[in-house]
């Protein structure tokens, strides 16, 4: 399974209840074609409006913006929503380079 595919299967309080590992999954992505198009094949509208929130929210405006404009470009309705990471300091204030996300656990897990 491909993180983008993951991250579109991924329910809501994913967020809440993994907030660091959904943020550094979110971080792993470097474009959002692939995204765009998971989300377009199965028209889920809704999860677009989440993940854009969420992107935006760690720091990923473009990708975010890439996502919301596909799915509206196709006629979707999508609603970016806030995402409800809980009680967690910012990934991207913890990484100071950039990294992939399995090199960015360990260093997090001593934060």
């Known amino acids: 399974m491909t993180l983008e595919h993951a991250l579109v299967r991924v329910s809501e309080s994913f967020y809440r209840t993994h907030s660091r590992d959904a943020q550094i999954a979110?971080?792993?992505l470097r474009d959002g074609s692939v995204l765009a198009r998971q989300l377009l094949a199965g028209s889920h509208s809704v999860i677009a409006?989440?993940?854009?929130g969420a992107l935006r929210a760690c720091g990923?405006?473009?990708?975010a913006d890439d996502v919301l404009s596909?799915?509206?470009s196709v006629g979707h309705t999508v609603a970016e929503t806030n995402a409800r990471f809980h009680r967690v300091r910012p990934v991207t204030v913890l990484?100071?380079?950039p990294t992939t996300p399995g090199a960015a656990m360990p260093a997090l897990r001593w934060w």
């Open 95 to 97: 990484l100071a380079a």
């Open 26 to 28: 979110l971080l792993g």
């Open 60 to 63: 990923q405006d473009a990708i």
């Open 70 to 72: 596909t799915m509206r």
């Open 49 to 52: 409006g989440r993940l854009s």
